[in-house]
């Protein structure tokens, strides 16, 4: 087991998984812990990209080969949307209450997947417990009414909710993402706006690529909403594992297909 509080980063998402990956890669157990993954968000700059599609397209092809898919799109948008439900977000064109109402709406048909049968992140972030608690709206409310000036505790959404997540089982899925902080750099966010994630336990191969994904796309949806500019996506993980059930060597193609991208990987 490595253990690391050095964040891992990359120049952009694709890089900081990869490098993430190919660590637990070398550590004997398939474990960082706690695990600390980094990458920035630039979009100012025209040379930036916030994936590497070398990088992408090996992880999907990995995920092909080993079944782990979904009906209609890739492994990674589907864990993706679980945070953030950019395809619902772009058909509501910039209203956020019509995309929780919207999400509400189609909420019956999204539980049916067995994935989803305890909820999804989004829905916990729009509706936490019985009552419905609208948590990224009451952060929003709160970042207006106090003219950005509000206290850094009240920009903070919970995920953990111990009236229905302390049950038995070995492995339950979900929820491993804990919380979710917004943390405004400078004054007012004048700086810009850092995401930082809490997981108590991440997979890379099966979810961590689609969790960066589904992070950076909520907090591009809360930097514009409080009107300030995403700067950086941070998640840590107390258990960062390699895979939940694959041998190293079922991985030894994908992990020459990213040392190529990155040469100076280990």
């Not at 695990?35 to 920035?40: H, L, Q």
């Not at 920009?155 to 943390?183: E, T």
């Not at 961590?208 to 809360?222: D, E, I, T, V």
């Not at 059930?245 to 990155?262: F, H, M, T, Y």
Request: aromatic letters at 10%; charged letters at 25%; hydrophobic letters at 35%.
């Amino acid at each position: 087991m490595v253990n690391d509080l050095e964040p891992i980063t990359g120049q952009n998402l694709s890089e900081a998984w990869a490098r993430s990956f190919l660590l637990s890669y070398n550590a004997s157990s398939g474990i960082i812990a706690p695990g600390i993954v980094s990458f920035p968000v630039d979009e100012n700059n025209p040379e930036w990209n916030l994936e590497t599609p070398g990088i992408r397209d090996a992880l999907e092809d990995q995920l092909d080969e080993f079944g782990i898919c979904s009906a209609n799109q890739s492994n990674i948008e589907t864990v993706a949307g679980t945070i953030f439900p950019e395809s619902i977000w772009k058909r509501c064109r910039g209203d956020r209450e019509a995309l929780r109402e919207t999400y509400l709406k189609m909420w019956p048909q999204i539980k049916k997947c067995k994935d989803n049968r305890w909820g999804t992140y989004f829905k916990r972030l729009i509706s936490f417990s019985d009552k419905g608690i609208n948590q990224l709206g009451a952060i929003l409310n709160e970042w207006t009414r106090s003219n950005k000036k509000c206290r850094r505790s009240a920009l903070q959404a919970g995920i953990f909710d111990p009236c229905r997540d302390h049950r038995p089982g070995p492995y339950l899925g979900f929820p491993c993402l804990q919380q979710v902080v917004f943390h405004p750099i400078g004054p007012k966010g004048r700086s810009g706006m850092k995401v930082v994630a809490l997981y108590a336990n991440q997979l890379l191969i099966e979810k961590a690529y689609g969790n960066y994904l589904g992070l950076y796309r909520l907090g591009k949806f809360m930097a514009g909403e409080m009107g300030i500019t995403l700067k950086r996506i941070t998640c840590i993980a107390t258990n960062l594992k390699r895979s939940e059930n694959r041998r190293k060597g079922d991985l030894a193609g994908l992990v020459s297909r990213l040392r190529k991208e990155l040469p100076d990987a280990n």
